[in-house]
């Protein structure tokens, strides 16, 4: 199994920027797969990042595109989400997964509120 513990989560105002930190601990090394996901209460939950970990690739959501730069730290086992440009419309509880052996496993969610 795998334990996923987001963090960096809060109150910004539109234009600012945050930076999402989900550390990874267990079965971490066959992790093949992390992605961050956002949902806002009464929505479907949206794919905003996701990265291989194996190669380093890459693939955002529309709406992110040239805003959020998701990475990762293979030594620290953590994956990052640096959000700038921030909109209210951004606002959302932010969860990070982790896809390992066919299973995707879930932190508990951080959350970010974008001031207009």
């Known amino acids: 199994q795998v334990q996923l513990v987001e963090s960096g989560g809060g109150l910004v105002q539109a234009g600012g920027s945050l930076r999402l930190s989900c550390a990874a601990s267990g079965m971490i090394f066959s992790i093949t797969r992390m992605t961050w996901y956002r949902q806002v209460s009464g929505k479907q939950r949206e794919s905003v990042a996701v990265i291989s970990i194996s190669g380093g690739s890459t693939n955002y959501a529309d709406s992110v595109k040239g805003r959020f730069t998701i990475s990762r730290d293979s030594a620290k086992n953590t994956v990052y989400l640096q959000m700038n440009s921030l909109k209210p419309e951004d606002t959302a509880v932010y969860y990070c997964?982790?896809?390992?052996?066919?299973?995707?496993?879930w932190g508990q969610g951080t959350q970010v509120t974008v001031s207009s």
């Open positions: 997964a982790a896809l390992e052996a066919g299973t995707e496993y």
